[in-house]
Structures are given as C-alpha cells and as structure tokens.
C-alpha cells in the first residue's frame, strides 16, 4: 500500500501578538511589545497551504486553541464571568494574560510527535502530543492538541493518539521540532531521529546561556511509546554552543526528508558519529543515506539563526524532486542568499528553493518548518482522517474569507486585555469547528 507526506499546518489565531514569552527564542524576544497583524498573519500561513496543495502536495489544517485560555487564568485564582477573570488578569498579572492568550499552537511542528505505521509495533500511526514543559504558555497546550488530534485522526483502528508525557522538566518534550524521519520511500520502514538538548540524569555538556528544552530521557519514552525498534531509531544530542546561540530546537538547525538530512556543519554533538549511525541503519534497509552539510564557512549558526534557513520544509514530489520551503528572510541575507544560489550548480539532493512571506510568524521566530507537523499516511490512512481538513480551491476561500470577518489587522499585547477579543475569538472559532467539521472540541462549547 503506497504512502505520502501530509503536512498539516497551524492556523494562525485571533490573538496572534509579541508579548515575548520564548526566553531562548532570539526573534521572539528581539520583537517583545511591538504591534502584530492577526489577520496578515493568517493570511501568510494559508497562502502558503494552498500554494503547496496546488502543487500536488497532501496539505491539511490544524484549528487554534481557545485563546485566551479561561482555564489557566481559573486556575491560579482568578474568579468570576469570563470577562471578570481577563479584566481582573490584566490589572494583577499581565504576563499570565500574555501566556493564557499566546497563539503558538500555530506552530504546530511542536503539537506532537508522529511514528507512521511502517515503524510502529501495532502498525498504527501513533501521535504523541508534546508536553512542551518549558513554558507556561506552551505547557498549557496538550490536552486541547490531544483533543483536537482525535478529532482529526479518529478512527482508532488506523490512528493511537496518546496522552503527552508527564509535564516535569527530566521529561521536557518538544514534539517533532526535534525528530526527523528518513526511509527510502514514505510507505517502507524508516529510521526514526531523535535529537535532544540535554540528560537528565546522563550528564553530558548542556548549554550555559539558554535552556535545553528536549531531554534525551523524553525521546527515549516517545520511541518507547510509539513501539519503534532499537535498530530503527538513533538518538543525538544538539550542540550546546548552537542552543546557546538561538537554536532552541533542532529544526532551526537541520531538517531532513526521506534520505537527506539537510545540517549546518555545528548542529550536533559529534557529528560525524551521527551520521555514520544513521548511515549504518539506514544501509541494513537498503537504503543510502545523505547528509548535506552546510559549512560555517558559507553560513554562520549567526546567519542561521536570522534567516531561518534550516526552518525550512523539505519536500518530495510526485516526481521525486526534492524542493525546499525557505522563509523570504533567506533572500534578505546575502551569505545563505549565495548559498541557495549555488545549490543548483553543486548537484545536491535539493532540486528546487520556493520561498514564501511568512513575516508575521518569523517575528515571533517560526518558520515554514514550525507552521506544519508532518504525518506520513498510507491510502487507507488518509482515506480515514476527517475528509473537511484538506486544503482545496473551496476550503481555502471558506478559510480566507472567515479570517476577513473574524481577525483584526493590528494586536499589541495591551490589547490582550480588551474583553472584546475574547468574545471574537469565541465566535471565529465556533464557526471554524463547523467549517471544518470537528465537533465541539473547545471548552466554551461544553
């Protein structure tokens, strides 16, 4: 049975805004208090859906979370109607407002971990829902991802959703911002990779500057969870200097697709025993294995870092050309702007760069790659999952338009305190679930 990448991507929400709450996310900090466009916002990500469905690709869509989140401000004390708990949050503890209303549920490479049903035991398509134990407003995430998840992936014969780890920092997991997959074609067994910041109780080097979100003790029980064998999977840990450098999870550094990784030269802790352990699992399948290095040299982890040149997506065609999905800030720097030139003349895996404007997300620093959690399906798969979540012609002019009735064009973080935005984020969403047909997944519609 043939299988393909899907790519479900975030919808961005209603209160999309930089309140600055990613300590270790340079672009997130570096652009704290300034004024957001919700709607361009929106508007970016669903342009950039629709053009890869256009291009053949299997392109689906995951809804915001309910933001702000009444739950978390009920749960450290805040009492009274709903539009009580925001007002009397935003005059006592702004920055819990600021995390209860935060959309980066949009970024949805860290909603969840996904082992496709080559690799796992049970032959499912199991989902891990990251715990995202670092930061509040992340932490909160999981239990509406998982809800959300069900309602996409339902039919329980074909899909295992799990609950996410415990929410403890020896446990700290980021979902698939740090887990790579690489198989000769989609539907045959692959290698499952695995990369993390930090041991909790290995020791090893950690980062000085900023925290390592990942911990090699979560991989390991996402692999367990998933039922992936010893000989299919590989563990590496990041490089510390590089986390310290802005690098907060490994898809601001490496991306991989099939059997190309495609690295920086700094981007993990000995390097080249990883990609010998890749390679040698990988060979036991039959399968040659490719790693593109990209010289610090050419591009500095600096230039990296501002370009987003690793958050990229790496895609293969129906027609087996690899094509990569950069940011427009690659064009904006002359070093990876030189480096992107010359792929073509070097006869590398990467056949073709598309780029796309994807401002609103890169300033609070994510990139193609954060926008889109991908989910490899065989037919019967993807002929199981909730058929209204695809990106066609109808569904992107439904999507457009509901943003055009629903987002505002300008958001700064004291806004977050107007009791209006909660009321229009309740509606946007209340009508989303019925375009999209999934039910009464948010808690205002218990």
């Known amino acids: 049975m043939s299988a393909t990448e899907a790519n479900f991507d975030g919808l961005v929400g209603p209160t999309h805004n930089y309140a600055g709450l990613s300590f270790g996310n340079v672009a997130s900090r570096s652009n704290e208090k300034s004024v957001a466009n919700p709607k361009a916002a929106a508007k970016q990500g669903l342009r950039k859906m629709k053009q890869l469905a256009d291009l053949g690709f299997h392109q689906g869509v995951l809804p915001p979370l ?3 989140s009444i739950r978390l401000l009920r749960d450290v004390g805040f009492t009274g109607d709903d539009a009580t708990v925001v007002a009397r949050a935003a005059r006592e503890a702004p920055e819990l407002l600021a995390a209860a209303s935060s959309a980066s549920a949009m970024w949805t490479a860290n909603a969840a971990t996904v082992s496709p049903s080559a690799d796992t035991a049970d032959g499912r398509v199991h989902f891990t829902p990251a715990n995202l134990a670092a930061k509040l407003h992340r932490a909160i995430e999981h239990g509406e991802t998982r809800r959300t998840l069900a309602a996409i992936f339902a039919d329980e014969a074909r899909f295992r959703i799990h609950h996410a780890l415990p929410g403890t920092p020896a446990l700290g997991d980021e979902g698939a911002a740090n887990h790579t997959r690489f198989a000769r074609e989609y539907d045959a067994k692959g290698v499952e ?3 993390y910041g930090r041991s909790e109780y290995g020791g090893g080097p950690q980062p000085q500057r900023y925290p390592a ?11 367990r969870l998933h039922g992936l064998a010893d000989d299919a ?7 510390p200097d590089v986390i310290d450098a802005g ?3 490994n898809d601001v550094i490496a991306v991989g697709n099939r059997t190309t990784l495609f690295c920086h030269q700094r981007a993990f802790v000995d390097q080249h025993k990883v990609y010998d352990e890749l390679r040698a699992k990988l060979d036991a399948q039959g399968t040659t294995f490719t790693a593109l290095e990209v010289p610090e040299s050419e591009v500095s982890v600096e230039d990296a870092v501002s370009s987003y040149l690793f958050n990229s997506q790496l895609l293969s065609g129906a027609d087996g050309r690899q094509v990569l999905v950069v940011p427009q800030e690659c064009r904006e720097n002359a070093r990876v702007a030189a480096y992107l030139d010359a792929l073509a003349s070097r006869k590398t895996p990467i056949d073709e760069v598309l780029v796309f404007d994807l401002r609103e997300s890169m300033k609070n620093g994510g990139g193609p790659a954060c926008l889109r959690l991908r989910v490899v399906l065989n037919d019967a798969e993807r002929a199981a999952v909730n058929p209204r979540v695809w990106i066609n012609d109808a569904l992107f002019t439904k999507l457009d338009a509901w943003i055009d009735r629903h987002y505002r064009d300008r958001l700064a973080p004291a806004d977050l305190a107007d009791p209006k935005l909660l009321a229009e984020s309740r509606a946007a969403l209340d009508e989303l679930t019925t375009i999209l047909g999934l039910g009464s997944v948010y808690d205002f519609q218990r």
Do not use: G, I, M
């Open 66 to 68: 309910e933001r702000p």
């Open 193 to 195: 990779f695995f990369v």
């Open 213 to 223: 979100r990942q911990t090699l003790e979560a991989s390991r029980a996402v692999a």
């Open 233 to 239: 999977t590989v563990f590496a840990q990041q490089s």
């Open 247 to 249: 690098v907060f999870h």
